[in-house]
Every structure is written in C-alpha cells, then in structure tokens.
C-alpha cells in the first residue's frame, strides 16, 4: 500500500516521539504498509463468523414474509 508524502512525515513523527527513533523515508514506507497489512488481516471476519453469518442469511431467507 502507497502513502502521501504527508502520510508518512505523521507516521515517522510519531514513530519518533514514541520510540524516539527516526526511520528513512523508505523504511517509514514499508513498515507503515506493514502495519496497514497487519490491521487489514486482524479486522478481517473470521471465517467461523462467516459461515455463521450467511446460515442466518439463509435461514431467513426461508422465513414467510410478515
């Protein structure tokens, strides 16, 4: 995933006053795509949830209109 230049100037900033450490531009880059990764896969529906959902899918769709 690509960021604005503003982007990554937030993101190093308060990487540095977190950590106090200051990255690259390149290095801010890739871990914030990371990290994005990361948030992307954590907040994906398990599929356990899914299956559960789409039985109530079906199950409804077998109810009588009231």
Known sequence: MRF???QIDEF???L????GELISLAEAQ?????LMD???LISREL??????RLAQA???ATLPPS
């Not at 540095?16 to 950590?19: A, I, N, Q, S």
């Not at 890739?30 to 990371?34: F, K, L, T, V």
């Open 47 to 52: 599929p356990s949830e899914r299956e559960a």
């Open 30 to 34: 890739e871990e914030a795509s990371h």
């Open 4 to 6: 604005t230049d503003q």
């Open 58 to 60: 079906a199950h409804d």
């Open 12 to 14: 190093r900033r308060i």
């Open 16 to 19: 540095e006053t977190e950590t």
């Open 38 to 40: 990361l948030m992307l």
